[in-house]
């Protein structure tokens, strides 16, 4: 199992780690090339609007684009379900533009920057699971076709959509593999 992390800007060290500990291949993806042969991706945190931008430079945009809408696997974390979204509230630049929701960027406004919280899951595990959640956005609305994997204070936080996987937080920065594990089940099975 050969799985990416789009390696432009932000969080992509502690992605590697955990798809290392689940014995997956892994590719820091920087050229569109290093999109072939990839059974997914994972898009991290980061500055959704350098990343966009750093997107469009390389090049990796369209290729990617084309790539998730005909069924390779996704999973956005925090700046990475920015990229995905169909909208966002309130920013007029979009990016990626592929899965059907509508985000808030920095949701959380300035107050709670940051905070970790304990939720279940059913979808992805069968018990509590921590979410860190930095500078995070949250879902506004979504399509007829998302999933709600996950709710936290009536805020939706983590969707699916057939191929694609949405989080506003960051499995990454525990120590747990649950959400790393689902996505390597949905990169399997793709
Ligand atoms: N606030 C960032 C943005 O809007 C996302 C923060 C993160 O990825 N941790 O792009």
């Given at each position: 199992m050969k799985i990416g992390v789009l390696a432009l800007q932000g969080g992509v060290i502690e992605h590697i780690h955990h798809l290392k500990a689940l014995h997956c291949e892994t590719v820091e993806v920087r050229k569109p090339k290093e999109l072939d042969g990839l059974q997914g991706i994972i898009l991290p945190g980061g500055e959704s609007t350098t990343i966009g931008r750093l997107l469009r430079e390389t090049d990796i945009f369209y290729k990617l684009k084309e790539k998730i809408m005909n069924g390779f696997p996704v999973w956005g974390t925090c700046a990475g379900m920015i990229l995905l979204a169909k909208n966002i509230e309130n920013d007029k630049k979009n990016h990626l533009q592929v899965m059907d929701i509508t985000v808030k960027r920095n949701?959380?406004?300035?107050?709670?920057?940051s905070f970790l919280t304990y939720e279940r899951i059913n979808k992805v595990y069968n018990g509590e699971v921590p979410l860190i959640f930095v500078r995070a956005p949250y879902i506004t609305k979504v399509g007829n076709d998302v999933d709600v994997l996950c709710k936290v204070d009536e805020n939706i936080v983590a969707v699916r959509q057939d191929n694609m996987l949405a989080t506003s937080f960051h499995p990454e920065l525990t120590d747990n593999l649950q959400f790393h594990r689902y996505f390597v089940n949905m990169c399997s099975n793709g």
């Open positions: 949701a959380y406004g300035s107050q709670i920057n």
